[in-house]
């Protein structure tokens, strides 16, 4: 585990967070004025889930689908 103060963190968190997501360092703890005040700590990949788009082509939108627009603006606004 390596230690930064504030200034060195500032002027090379580019290389910071390099040595994260290289592996290099698990954690880099960042001190003000001696005393630890954050940790850098590299972010568990999540799964994004289902995508925009995916039914694309499974199902047909019908021509008259806008034929309630005023009526579901009227729901909305509360008119």
């Known amino acids: 585990m390596q ?3 504030m200034l060195e963190a ?3 968190l580019s290389r910071l967070v390099d040595a994260i997501e290289q592996g290099r360092e ?7 004025n001696g ?3 954050a940790r850098l700590v590299a972010i568990k990949e999540t799964s994004s889930g289902p ?3 995916i ?5 047909e939108v019908p021509d008259s689908i806008d034929t309630c627009n005023e009526e579901i603006a009227q729901l909305f606004t509360g008119e």
């Open 10 to 12: 500032k002027s090379s």
């Open 55 to 59: 039914a694309k082509g499974k199902f």
């Open 51 to 53: 995508r925009i788009g």
């Open 3 to 5: 230690s930064v103060n």
């Open 26 to 32: 698990r954690e880099i703890i960042i001190a003000r």
């Open 35 to 37: 005393r630890p005040a």
